[in-house]
């Protein structure tokens, strides 16, 4: 993906936490709901979303950046990504 725009990346990344992390396709997920503080992945999943980051967009996201800190709700992952 050459440019970057809030929602495609929003909507990639959804899909992919929606499908392949929490493994319920059904699942309503909010843009600013808890993703690991409300148990719906554990921290583990980070290293699964950080390469799925890496290999889709092309944004490597650093270890201290990979905390339930930064990286708790959706917005805050699309906002990460979209600072490259």
Do not use: C, W
Not at 10 to 19: L, P, Q
Not at 70 to 84: C, S
């Amino acid at each position: 993906m050459s440019s970057l725009d809030a929602a495609t990346v929003r909507d990639h990344v959804r899909t992919y936490i929606i499908h392949e992390l929490i493994r319920d396709p059904d699942y309503d997920l909010e843009d600013n709901e808890g993703i690991i503080t409300g148990g719906l992945m554990d921290s583990f999943a980070l290293a699964d979303l950080a390469v799925f980051v890496e290999q889709t967009f092309g944004v490597y996201i650093p270890d201290p950046d990979l905390t339930v800190d930064k990286m708790d709700t959706l917005n805050q992952i699309v906002a990460r990504i979209l600072r490259g």
